[in-house]
């Protein structure tokens, strides 16, 4: 379970950076997605 936070964590935080073109993600507190 711990490989897989690890593996999500890494997954999600390099794979918005190629939908957005190499821009770093907005974390989810300052996109208002927490709402």
Do not use: D
Not at 10 to 23: D, E, S, T, V
């Amino acid at each position: 379970e711990v490989v897989i936070k690890t593996w999500l964590k890494q997954y999600n935080h390099i794979r918005p950076h190629q939908a957005l073109n190499m821009r770093p993600p907005v974390p989810e507190t300052l996109s208002g997605s927490g709402t």
